[in-house]
Nanobody, 115 residues
Framework: QVQLVESGGGSVQPGGSLRLSCAAS????????IGWFRQAPGKEREGVSC????????YYADSLQGRFTISRDNAKNTVYLQMNSLKPEDTAVYYC????????WGQGTQVTVSS
């Protein structure tokens, strides 16, 4: 069964950090440009970051201003999103998927940034 499972979310204060994980099963991640998306309450889902398969190059949404870092561990079939200097506007459900051809969405992982 092809599946992506997100984890690592939680509640943190502004300025805090979290590391999200996206574990794949049923297929090999390194054939895909896997990325992170997020959906805040009342807003559309938006792309946050992705990492390519070919050369490991990365993309980040302008709004992140260098606070997030995406990485992948092909041996563990997992993609990570390190989130630093979190802001209340980062509060959302975070999802991972094939960035350019997203398929079925998983449950996501909730990130809440609040004082």
């Amino acid at each position: 069964q092809v599946q992506l499972v997100e984890s690592g979310g939680g509640s943190v204060q502004p300025g805090g950090s979290l590391r999200l994980s996206c574990a794949a099963s049923g297929f090999t991640l390194d054939y895909y440009a896997i990325g992170w998306f997020r959906q805040a309450p009342g807003k559309e889902r938006e792309g946050v970051s992705c990492i390519s398969t070919s050369d490991g190059s990365t993309y980040y949404a302008d709004s992140l201003q260098g606070r997030f870092t995406i990485s992948r561990d092909n041996a563990k079939n997992t993609v990570y999103l390190q989130m630093n200097s979190l802001k209340p506007e980062d509060t959302a459900v975070y999802y991972c998927n094939d960035y350019f051809n997203p398929q079925g969405w998983g449950q996501g992982t909730q990130v809440t940034v609040s004082s």
